[in-house]
């Protein structure tokens, strides 16, 4: 039976029968890959322990007709036993590693993904910067990866020159004022910069940031997330974001139907929405600060 190597960060497992389990590995060449850990919830398995979400290892595994099958399994890093000592922390590693299974596809070598996602749980990890930043960071990100880049400064629909006010999830980020969808939301100038900021990789103005922002931050970026992961996204990709035709469905230019009327409707039920099905982070946060206050 063919044999392959692979190193991959373990994003999610489930129980297979009585002692197996079905581990999803994200890894580096393969891209995701569910495979079977056979006897691995057994206290005595050998390599269980390695096999939990957030884990790093090389694997070793062998080709099934259905599932492969892991054979060996060493750690490279431990950052889930780390992770998993803070909730905040549990949390948002949680959620992190949802986004990456759903924007990743079974087997389709994703090294971006992958590489954002390792750096993402090794800075979580190293505490260095607050979880809700680093998580904030990764979505976006990852959402860029994917192809979704938020504007945060120029208008994410004709392209004019920013700093803007208005921002509009169905348009991709800040808008112009001819642009300006009815219903646009006016987050804070300083909340535009941190996302800009986390987008870039520039943690000394993230790290600078107030509470309020950080907060507003997170509610814009997990919109962001829950707008693209809730629609039938994958078509999205198709479209020029800067042609403003692109957004008006009564264009004969218009490919797709997925994105309905809803660029014309008031964002704040947008954000509503988001609110409603928002990752348990956001919960996290919430159950954080009450503990702390
Ligand atoms: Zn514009």
């Known amino acids: ?44 398995s050998r390599f269980g322990a390695r096999l939990e979400p957030a884990m790093m290892v090389d694997v070793q595994c062998y080709e099934g007709r259905n599932l492969d099958t892991v054979t060996q399994a060493e750690s490279l890093a431990s950052w889930g036993d780390v992770l998993a000592r803070d909730y905040t922390t549990y949390t948002a590693a949680a959620a992190m590693l949802e986004t990456a299974d759903r ?10 993904q992958y590489l954002l996602l390792q750096g993402a749980l090794r800075s979580m990890a190293e505490g260095v910067h607050d979880p809700g930043l680093v998580l904030d960071a990764y979505l976006l990100r990852a959402l860029a990866v994917a192809g979704w880049a938020p504007s945060f400064h ?5 392209g004019a020159e920013g700093p803007h006010r208005a921002f509009n999830l169905a348009s991709g980020g800040t808008v112009c004022s001819v642009c300006r969808p009815p219903g646009s939301a006016a987050p804070a100038p300083e909340t535009l910069s941190l996302l800009a900021a986390l987008l870039a990789g520039d943690w000394s103005i993230a790290d600078a940031s107030s509470g309020r922002h950080r907060r507003e931050g997170s509610t814009l970026a997990s919109a962001f997330l829950q707008w693209h992961l809730e629609r039938g996204v994958r078509s999205l990709r198709l479209v020029d974001r800067r042609d403003p035709d692109a957004l008006n469905p009564s264009s004969s230019r218009v490919t797709w139907s997925a994105v309905p009327l809803t660029a014309t409707e008031p964002v704040d039920e947008r954000f509503a929405d988001a609110f409603a099905a928002v990752t348990k ?6 159950a954080a600060r009450a503990a702390q206050a």
């Open 281 to 286: 982070v956001e919960q996290a946060h919430a």
């Open 103 to 112: 924007l990743t596809e079974e087997r389709e070598p994703n090294l971006q």
């Open 1 to 44: 039976m063919p044999l392959y190597r692979d190193e991959g960060i373990v994003l999610r497992t489930q129980k297979l029968g009585e002692a197996d389990r079905i581990v999803t590995l994200l890894t580096r060449g393969l891209g995701k890959v569910r495979v079977v850990g056979k006897g691995v919830r057994r206290t005595k």
């Open 154 to 158: 120029d208008c994410a629909r004709c």
